[in-house]
């Protein structure tokens, strides 16, 4: 099936881990993008790439890391430089200047 | 910073009725503006993308666009219960391929 997969759809970790979530897709997509939705509030952009080996920080990229070394495959990293890294993450592609669509979201809370 | 507002509500709207939902943008050489559904504890769905000022249609769902004002609208016609979410506005800049999203306005369709 065509999709944007994102795993683990949930993850629980101790304070000061790094922790890496994982999103594909097999849509054949240029544009890759990160947000992050906290509980009521709407989503605001960590990460974006357009093009393999390329990415660029959108607003609250502070204690985030990502690569693009495929094209399918954009992993986000939240290290322990992220202040309150709880929350829903969610990752979406789409074509080149056109619409988004979004994987199903990964819930991440820091214990 | 580029900004996108929405009214938080709820906007609470009879069964049947036209609900009307309302985004401004502060980015004047924005080009590019979508609608997305979200319901609680979901990822969004695009609903509607629209990229020239007017009236785009879709079934009951029907985007306006007005860049003079920096406005787009989202109205649904004949209002279902299952059209309570949360809807998202997001717009795309003109220098750079960020899509910036609002805070989102809760509907609530009354049965």
Sequence with gaps: DGGITQS???????EGQNVTLSCEQ?????????????PGQGLRLIYYSQIVNDFQKGDIAEGYSVSREKKESFPLTVTSAQK?????????????????FFGEGSRL??? | ????????????????????????YSDRGSQSFFWYRQY???????????????DKEDGRFTAQLNKASQYVSLLIRDSQPSDSATYLCAVRGNRDDKIIFGKGT???ILP
């Design chain 1, 8 to 14: 683990p759809k949930y993850l629980f970790r101790k």
């Design chain 1, 26 to 38: 097999n849509l054949n997509h240029d544009a890759m993008y990160w947000y992050r939705q906290d």
């Design chain 1, 84 to 100: 309150n890294p709880t929350a829903f993450y969610l990752c979406a592609s789409g074509p080149l200047q056109r619409e988004l």
């Design chain 1, 109 to 111: 809370t820091v214990l």
């Design chain 2, 1 to 24: 910073q580029k900004e996108v507002e929405q009214n938080s509500g709820p906007l609470s709207v009879p069964e049947g009725a036209i609900a009307s939902l309302n985004c401004t």
């Design chain 2, 40 to 54: 609680s504890g979901k990822s969004p769905e695009l609903i509607m993308f629209i990229y020239s000022n007017g």
């Design chain 2, 106 to 108: 809760r509907l609530h």
